[in-house]
């Protein structure tokens, strides 16, 4: 009996496993990118280039860098490590373009 709990329980811990390292590697790779184009935006932007110019090419390499990030989702061991440098990258990015950003106003 209580082996059969602890497989049924084994067997929840693997599939909330594999949810959240699907949802981190979809929202947290998104959000990994928009921090990546909010910076690559404001540093060209503090060193005089068109915003224009700048968004189109932060959005061209974004779609590189989302897609190793996904990728990167599930090849780590550490699905901890996987929200915290996803998620919180992309904060720590967008929170530097806007203290950026600030500087130039």
């Avoid at 497989?7 to 990118?33: C, D, M, N, P």
């Avoid at 910076?39 to 503090?46: E, F, K, M, P």
Wanted: net charge neutral; charged share 5%.
């Amino acid at each position: 009996m209580l082996q059969q709990v602890a497989t049924v329980i084994t067997h929840h811990q693997q599939r909330l496993s594999i949810g959240s390292r699907v949802l981190a590697g979809l929202l947290g790779s998104y959000v990994f990118a928009w921090g990546f184009v909010t910076l690559v935006v404001a540093l060209g932007l503090t060193q005089g280039a068109d915003y224009d110019e700048m968004l189109t090419l932060a959005y061209l390499l974004a779609f590189l860098v989302y897609l190793c990030a996904f990728l990167w989702a599930f090849a780590a061991a550490s699905l901890a490590r996987v929200w915290l440098v996803l998620a919180g990258g992309g904060v720590a990015m967008s929170g530097v373009a806007r203290w950026l950003t600030s500087l130039l106003a």
